[in-house]
């Protein structure tokens, strides 16, 4: 697994810690998930944007 060295403040870093506690995760499978979730919506919402994109340009051709 390659290792990833990001830059945060020390304040956020404290909230990412309290949200892994609360939890029972580690840091790293919090944040794993957290760039999962972002992944998948801006796939969804590329998506969503992609077949609106078409259906106009699907209307302008017609």
């Known amino acids: 697994m390659a290792r990833v060295l990001?830059?945060?403040?020390?304040?956020?870093?404290t909230r990412?810690?309290?949200?892994?506690s609360s939890e029972q995760r580690t840091r790293s499978e919090l944040i794993r998930e957290a760039l999962r979730v972002y992944i998948k919506r801006t796939k969804i919402s590329n998506n969503a944007k992609a077949e609106e994109n078409a259906a106009i340009l699907s209307d302008l051709l017609d």
């Open 6 to 13: 990001i830059s945060m403040s020390n304040d956020f870093l």
């Open 16 to 20: 990412v810690d309290n949200v892994a």
